[in-house]
């Protein structure tokens, strides 16, 4: 059998490549291109690869540029879920503690998710460490009033926190006083 160049060897490199290449710019045009627009145009390049069955090459590319289209879709439907719009005042809520707490210094930190908003956000939670801090456990629930933030970096940080909490789920971070939060009955 006679191959035509060693891509042909490993053919699904090509639709991995273009898959990772679709949601690196689905990532990089959040908010400039809806995920509906996105789904569009992956629809009319499906339907436009079925229709081209006498053009092999062009319905080759129709289908890889279905894919890179899938790899946005998935993009912005990931960034759509960890969109938050936070508020400039200290709001009222309740949340579940859904990680070990970690004692630190002079703060103990968790995750947490905010139940009584518009929809559940994951939220990185910082209390400062007391008795009460520190006998916190995962499943336990909190009323809180506290400024949820959108994740944001440090500066002069080579790290981009930032990213590294988006692409995990984290909507918000939060610093939340001793006397801004009370154990809880938290119904999920």
């Known amino acids: 059998m006679k ?48 229709a ?45 503690i859904t990680s070990r707490p970690v004692i630190g210094k002079k703060t103990v930190k968790f995750d947490m998710t905010v139940t009584d908003l518009e929809r559940p956000l994951k939220v990185k939670a910082f209390v400062r460490r007391d008795a009460r801090a520190e006998a916190l456990c995962v499943g336990a629930g909190i009323e809180c009033v506290s400024r949820l933030k959108a994740p944001e970096n440090s500066r002069g940080a080579d790290f981009d926190y930032r990213s590294w909490l988006l692409r995990h789920g984290y909507a918000a971070t939060t610093f939340i006083y001793n006397k801004n939060w009370t154990g809880a009955r938290v119904s999920l």
């Not at 590319?61 to 946005?72: D, E, K, R």
């Open 52 to 96: 081209e069955y006498r053009h092999c090459l062009l319905q080759g590319f129709l289908i890889l540029l279905s894919f890179a289209l899938t790899g946005g879709i998935l993009a912005c439907r990931e960034r759509t879920e960890t969109d938050f719009k936070p508020s400039e005042k200290e709001v009222l809520y309740h949340a579940v």
């Open 3 to 50: 191959v035509n160049g060693k891509l042909q060897y490993s053919p699904m490199l090509r639709v991995a490549i273009c898959l990772v290449a679709g949601i690196i710019a689905g990532d990089m045009l959040y908010g400039v291109i809806s995920p509906w627009t996105w789904f569009a145009a992956a629809v009319v390049c499906v339907t436009a690869a079925l």
